[in-house]
Every structure is written in structure tokens, then in C-alpha cells.
């Protein structure tokens, strides 16, 4: 019987690979890997976010694209950090009775969907 297939990484096309492997270093501490004009790998703890430069615009999506959720420990202070860098509530943070989450549209269309449990 083979092995179980392994997940390798998620892939996000973005005009600007540098600026939106700044977008994800700095607005939620992603290690940078390695970072070109054309191509960023970036992790946290096990996952891998892989960017590749695309000029086609037509596979940029300006509605939703991909959508990476995070568990984080204050959900304020990182969408003041991800606003800072570019992104946009896509909704009000909504304060649920199993903790508060949010949406965000990013830079590229992509979206992140924030929670920080109760």
C-alpha cells in the first residue's frame, strides 16, 4: 500500500512578491525563506506559503481568492497591523460566544479570516 500523500505548501499568485511577503512577515511574523522579485516560500511553524509573481491580471482576483485562516492571541492588534500594511475589514469583527473573528481582504484579493478564541 503507498504512503498517504504529504500537503507540501499553499501557492498565491501577487503582482508584487516582495511586498506581500512583507505583508505576511510582518503582519503575522511568517518566516521569510527565501524572498526573489519572482518567487517568496514563507512558513509558519509547519506551513508553508509559497508566492509567485503573475502579471496577468486576469488571474488576480479582486473578489475571493484564497482564504488562510489563523488563530491569533489578539485579534486587535493584528488587524491594526494587517491595516497598517494594506489590508481591509471585509465586515465588522464580530464577537462570537466562542470568540471574537474577522475577515480581511488583502492585498491581491486575497482574503485572511482571523480568530482569536474566547
Given at each position: 500500500m503507498a504512503g498517504a500523500a504529504t500537503f507540501r505548501w499553499i501557492l498565491q499568485l501577487h503582482k508584487d512578491v516582495p511586498k506581500a511577503a512583507r505583508f505576511y512577515s510582518e503582519g503575522l511574523d511568517f518566516t521569510v525563506n527565501v524572498c526573489t522579485l519572482r518567487w517568496a516560500e514563507l512558513q509558519s511553524g509547519s506551513l508553508k506559503l509559497s508566492l509567485m509573481q503573475s502579471h496577468n491580471n486576469h488571474l488576480l482576483q479582486k473578489g475571493y481568492s484564497s482564504l488562510l485562516s489563523f488563530t491569533v492571541t489578539d485579534i486587535n492588534t493584528t488587524v491594526t497591523k494587517l491595516m497598517a500594511l494594506g489590508a481591509e475589514l471585509d465586515?465588522?469583527?464580530?464577537?462570537?460566544?466562542?470568540?471574537?473573528?474577522?475577515?480581511?481582504?488583502?492585498?491581491?484579493?486575497?482574503?485572511?479570516?482571523?480568530y482569536e478564541p474566547a
Amino acid at each position: 500500500m503507498a504512503g498517504a500523500a504529504t500537503f507540501r505548501w499553499i501557492l498565491q499568485l501577487h503582482k508584487d512578491v516582495p511586498k506581500a511577503a512583507r505583508f505576511y512577515s510582518e503582519g503575522l511574523d511568517f518566516t521569510v525563506n527565501v524572498c526573489t522579485l519572482r518567487w517568496a516560500e514563507l512558513q509558519s511553524g509547519s506551513l508553508k506559503l509559497s508566492l509567485m509573481q503573475s502579471h496577468n491580471n486576469h488571474l488576480l482576483q479582486k473578489g475571493y481568492s484564497s482564504l488562510l485562516s489563523f488563530t491569533v492571541t489578539d485579534i486587535n492588534t493584528t488587524v491594526t497591523k494587517l491595516m497598517a500594511l494594506g489590508a481591509e475589514l471585509d465586515g465588522p469583527i464580530k464577537y462570537e460566544i466562542h470568540g471574537k473573528v474577522a475577515a480581511m481582504r488583502c492585498i491581491d484579493g486575497h482574503m485572511l479570516g482571523l480568530y482569536e478564541p474566547a
